[in-house]
RNA sequence: GGCCGAGUGGCAGAAUGGUUUAUGCAGAGGAUUGCAAAUCCUUUUAUGUCGGUUCGAUUCCGGUCUCGGCCUCCA
C-alpha cells in the first residue's frame, strides 16, 4: 500500500491525535453507543452511526477482523415515559421504534454490527457487575439504590477536562448522592422492573454500556465512541464504573462525532428541531444524505442546510452518472443482493470479509452490467478500466490514507471526485466508495410506487430511444419530443451525444 | 463561572507553513445541440480581529471579539 498508511486517531482522552495501535492486530474492537429506542433517531443521531460505520468498514479493510458493538438501549427513563403518553406496551414501543431505525441504517447502508446487544438481555451481568462495584467500594447502597460513589476514582475529571466541575453543577445534591456527581447504578422502580438484591427495580443507564461491553468485548477494548454529548456523564461515568470493577481501562481510545445543527443549535429530540429520515428521503436519495453527513469532519460541527444536501445530491449524481453512464442497475443483480445480506445478517463471517466481498461485488456487477449500455458508450468504460495510475496516484491509496488520518471523510471524498474526473481504475473507485459505505444501488426502488429502473421493461425503453432516434433522422422534433416526454415520466433522462443517445435513471 | 469547539469568497464547505487557494451551487462569457439536457473551456469574489514565532501563516502560538456545545436526558 502507500508509505504513509499509518492510522492516527483524535483520543477525546488525551485531547489530541494519537497513533492507533490496537490491542490484537488479529481482532480490532469497537464500541458505539447505539441508540435509545423510544423515539425514532434522527439525522443527527445517524451522524453518528454513519460516521463510525466508515470507522467500522476501513479498519476491516486494514485488519483482518474487527469486532464492532453497537448496543440497543431499549430500557430508560424515556421508553416509559413515551409508551405510557401513547398507551402502548414498552415493548411493542421499542419493537417499534427498533424496527424503524433498522430501515432507514438500510437505507442509509449502515452496516449491522458484529453484536448488537440489548439492554434487557443483561440485566443479570448489570446485577451481578453492580454487586462487584459494592464489593470493591465503589458503591453504596440507600433506599434501595444502588449509587456510584465517583471520590472512589481519583481520575474520574481528567476525561472531561473539568467539563464536570467540581462546584458550580447545576443539579442540587440529593438525599440519595453523597456527591454531586456521584450517579445511580440500581433504583427502584414499578412500572418495569426485574428482581435484585435491592428490591424490584432497574439498572441506571451508564451501567448498561458497561456491563455489555464487557461482556463481549472484555477491557479495554480498542475504541469507544460515540456523540460528544456523551463524554459527560456517560462516558466519564462508564470509565469510572470500569476501573471500579476492573482496575483498568475499559477503552484505549476514545472518538467524539460533533453534531448536526439547525441554523447553528443543535438538533436534538428535546429541542425538537429534529429531521428524521423519513422525511428527508421525500427528497433526496439516502446516499446523498450519506454523502452530506460524510463531507464534514467528523469532530467538526455540521450545520444542516438545504444547499448542502443538494451540493451532496450533485455530488453522487455526478458520480453515479460518470461510474455507470447509461448502465441501469436492477434489483436482480448480484450487488444489491449482497448488500441486503450485509445488513440483514448480522451474525456471518461475512462482516469480517466485509472490504473483499464488496470489492468483489462492486466490480461484478460492473462487469455484469456493461451490455446495458447502448451504443458509443464501451470504449469510454474500456478507458476508464486500463487508465489506472498514469500520474503515480492510487485513488484507493490516497482514500486510505484519508481515512488514516483521523477519518478524514470530506478528504476522502474530494479524492473520489478527482478520481472520477481523471479516469481512474473503476473498480478501485468502486473500492474505495464501498469503504465509505456509498454503494450505487437504489434500495428504496422496490418500494417506489412510481416507475423506476427495477420495475421497468427494458425492451420498453429501448424501443422508445430507437422510435425516437428514428423521428429525430427524418426531422418529426414534435414525435421525438413527445417521446423524450414520455420517458422522463417515467424517470429516464435522455442524452444526445455525438457518440449516440444516452439514457441513464435519474 | 469551569471546560471544549468553531469563525474561509454571493452561498455551502474542504485543505494547506510558501509558485496554480479544492469542490459544488449561483453569476459572467464561450463551445456543442433541431431544441433540451448533459458535458467541456474561460472567468469574478475569501481565510473574524490584534499581536508573536518564521525568510514566509489562512495554517503554529498568545490575546481579543463573535457564535455554538457540555456541566440535567441527549449521537
Same mark, same amino acid.
Given at each position: ?410 478528504? /476522502? %471524498?474530494?479524492? @473520489?471526485?478527482?478520481?472520477? *474526473?481523471?479516469?481512474? +481504475?473503476? $473498480? &478501485?473507485?468502486?473500492? !474505495?466508495? /464501498? %469503504?465509505?459505505? @456509498?454503494?450505487?444501488?437504489? *434500495?428504496?426502488?422496490? +418500494?417506489? $410506487? &412510481?416507475?423506476?429502473? !427495477? ?52
Amino acid at each position: 500500500m502507500s508509505l504513509n498508511n499509518q492510522i492516527s486517531f483524535f483520543n477525546s482522552l488525551a485531547l489530541k491525535k494519537e497513533k492507533f495501535i490496537p490491542n490484537d492486530e488479529n481482532n480490532i474492537k469497537i464500541y458505539a453507543c447505539g441508540p435509545t429506542i423510544y423515539k425514532s433517531p434522527h439525522i443527527g443521531n445517524f451522524r453518528s452511526f454513519v460516521v463510525f460505520d466508515v470507522l467500522f468498514r476501513f479498519l476491516s479493510s486494514k485488519y483482518p477482523k474487527v469486532t464492532y458493538v453497537r448496543n440497543i438501549t431499549d430500557i430508560d427513563d424515556k421508553i416509559i415515559h413515551e409508551a405510557k403518553v401513547r398507551n402502548i406496551a414498552y415493548s411493542d414501543l421499542t419493537a417499534e421504534v427498533y424496527e424503524n431505525f433498522k430501515s432507514d441504517s438500510v437505507k442509509l447502508n449502515i452496516l449491522n454490527p458484529t453484536y448488537e446487544p440489548r439492554a434487557t438481555d443483561y440485566i443479570k451481568n448489570m446485577i451481578r457487575d453492580i454487586e462487584k462495584l459494592v464489593e470493591n467500594g465503589f458503591a453504596y447502597v440507600k433506599d434501595n439504590h444502588v449509587i456510584f460513589d465517583t471520590t472512589k476514582y481519583d481520575k474520574y475529571r481528567d476525561f472531561c477536562k473539568n467539563m464536570c466541575s467540581e462546584s458550580g453543577s447545576r443539579i442540587a445534591l440529593t438525599d440519595l448522592k453523597k456527591h454531586e456527581n456521584d450517579f445511580v447504578l440500581w433504583k427502584p422502580s414499578s412500572d418495569v422492573f426485574w428482581d435484585s438484591p435491592w428490591g424490584n427495580g432497574r439498572p441506571g443507564w451508564h451501567i448498561e454500556c458497561t456491563s455489555m461491553s464487557k461482556e463481549i468485548l472484555g477491557f479495554p477494548f480498542d475504541i469507544h465512541c460515540g456523540g460528544q454529548d456523551l463524554i459527560f456523564p456517560h462516558h466519564t461515568n462508564e470509565r469510572a464504573q470500569g476501573w471500579g470493577l476492573c482496575n483498568k481501562e475499559c477503552a484505549t481510545y476514545w472518538m467524539h462525532n460533533h453534531f448536526v445543527n439547525i441554523d447553528n443549535n443543535k438538533m436534538s429530540k428535546s429541542a425538537n428541531n429534529q429531521f428524521d429520515l423519513a422525511f428527508l428521503t421525500k427528497n433526496y436519495d439516502p446516499m446523498a444524505i450519506r454523502i452530506f453527513l460524510l463531507m464534514s469532519h467528523y469532530r467538526h460541527p455540521l450545520n444542516w442546510s438545504e444547499s448542502g444536501l443538494k451540493e451532496a445530491s450533485n455530488i453522487y449524481a455526478k458520480w453515479k452518472k460518470n461510474l455507470f453512464d447509461v448502465i441501469p442497475l436492477d434489483k436482480e443483480n448480484a450487488l444489491y443482493k449482497r448488500d441486503l445480506d450485509n445488513v440483514n445478517d448480522s451474525n456471518t463471517d461475512a462482516q469480517n470479509k466485509l472490504y473483499d466481498s464488496f470489492s468483489d461485488n462492486e466490480a461484478s456487477a460492473i462487469d455484469a452490467s456493461g451490455q446495458g449500455s447502448s451504443d458509443g458508450s464501451k470504449g469510454n468504460d474500456d478507458n476508464k478500466l486500463n487508465s489506472d495510475n498514469e500520474d503515480g496516484i492510487e485513488i484507493l491509496d490516497s482514500v486510505s490514507d484519508a481515512l488514516s488520518d483521523d477519518l478524514n471523510t470530506p478528504l /476522502a %471524498i474530494k479524492k @473520489i471526485s478527482e478520481a472520477i *474526473k481523471i479516469g481512474h +481504475n473503476m $473498480q &478501485n473507485i468502486l473500492k !474505495s466508495c /464501498a %469503504i465509505l459505505g @456509498i454503494t450505487f444501488v437504489n *434500495k428504496e426502488n422496490s +418500494n417506489d $410506487q &412510481n416507475g423506476n429502473v !427495477s420495475s421497468l421493461d427494458l425492451d420498453l425503453i429501448n424501443s422508445l430511444v430507437q422510435k425516437r432516434e428514428i423521428a429525430r433522422k427524418n426531422k418529426d422534433y414534435n414525435k421525438s419530443d413527445e417521446i423524450r416526454d414520455e420517458l422522463t415520466k417515467i424517470g429516464i433522462k435522455l442524452e444526445d451525444t455525438k457518440d449516440g443517445v444516452k439514457w441513464y435513471e435519474g
